[in-house]
């Protein structure tokens, strides 16, 4: 098995790793030789075969190696925790609501092992009761730039589209949170609660929030939003669920936490900021400045 691995990453990576470094690299050597030693065609094979040049492309055989030996460890690591999501399925069965908060990038959400977990959480939907089962997500922009690469589709723009048409065929809500509003949320919890969610590092739970929000950006307060991913579940006996979904290369992890407490504390805010307000009878509405499927 560890063989076929091999091979198929070979024919995959060779050409651009291996092959392309080798010819631009002598083809290099050769044109600098010939504009500034300008030597007798004679010499130049003795030139190209010079201890230098043969470390030269001794250096770049092993870093085409370095490489293989890290894509063989990722590609053997793929793999999907199967039981988590049948613990999912299971919490879901009663659910009459999901809001789900998705902190990946766009091309991310194309990954085999993220469909599968997408079809996990749709499935509720697809078993009957949808009419009484609400779907919603939303997606935390944690940077300037993000917007402006939603109006390229050579950056996200292509992408951002067919993850619209996805939720938009499937009925589910699809909402969206720039950074100024993601802050502004975040402000209203305590260190305890941004702590539990994974957006505090532990040892700042107990700190005085002026303490934690000032060691903050020495640890990337934006890189800690992708943390943040986690799902709510009601269900029709009035109980709460939250799980934590996280994804590293191919590998996904979906795991219930014991406290809902801060989970159902930062939906409640999102919700607050996103909706119009509640009228009595009435099912939710989104404020249009914050509903994906209609940002293009």
């Not at 198929?8 to 083809?27: D, K, T």
């Not at 199967?82 to 009459?96: S, T």
């Not at 292509?158 to 949320?185: G, N, S």
Request: some cysteine; aromatic content about 12%.
């Amino acid at each position: 098995m560890i063989y076929r691995v091999i091979r198929r990453i070979f024919r995959r990576h060779a050409l651009f790793h291996l092959f392309i470094p080798l010819i631009v690299g002598v083809s290099v050597e050769v044109l600098y030789t010939f504009l500034f030693d300008r030597p007798e065609w004679q010499n130049l094979t003795s030139h190209l075969l010079s201890g230098p040049r043969i470390a030269l492309y001794v250096g770049i055989v092993l870093a085409y190696l370095v490489v293989i030996g890290i894509l063989i460890r990722k590609e053997t690591q793929i793999g999907l925790r199967q039981l988590d999501l049948h613990v999912l399925a299971d919490n879901l069965k009663d659910a009459q609501s999901l809001f789900a908060i998705g902190t990946m990038k766009f091309d991310e959400w194309f990954d085999p092992i993220v469909q599968v977990y997408l079809a996990t959480t749709y499935e509720r939907q697809l078993r009957g009761a949808g009419a009484q089962f609400r779907y919603e997500r939303i997606l935390l922009l944690d940077n300037p730039s993000a917007r402006r690469d939603l109006g390229s589709d050579y950056l996200d723009g292509y992408l951002a589209k067919c993850l619209i048409a996805t939720h938009k065929r499937l009925h589910v809500d699809l909402y969206f949170l720039e950074w100024h509003d993601i802050a502004a949320i975040l402000n209203q919890l305590t260190p305890e609660q941004k702590a539990s969610l994974k957006y505090y590092p532990s040892i700042f739970a107990h700190l005085p929030d002026w303490a934690a929000k000032s060691l903050m950006p020495f640890i990337g307060r934006r890189r800690r939003v992708r943390k943040l991913a986690i799902g709510l579940i009601e269900t029709n006996a009035n109980s709460k669920f939250v799980f934590r979904f996280s994804k590293r290369d191919k590998l996904l992890s979906v795991r219930f936490e014991q406290s809902v407490d801060a989970g159902s504390r930062f939906v409640e805010l999102i919700r607050k900021t996103i909706y119009k307000p509640i009228i009595a009878g009435q099912p939710s509405v989104v404020k249009p400045q914050y509903d994906f499927t209609s940002f293009y």
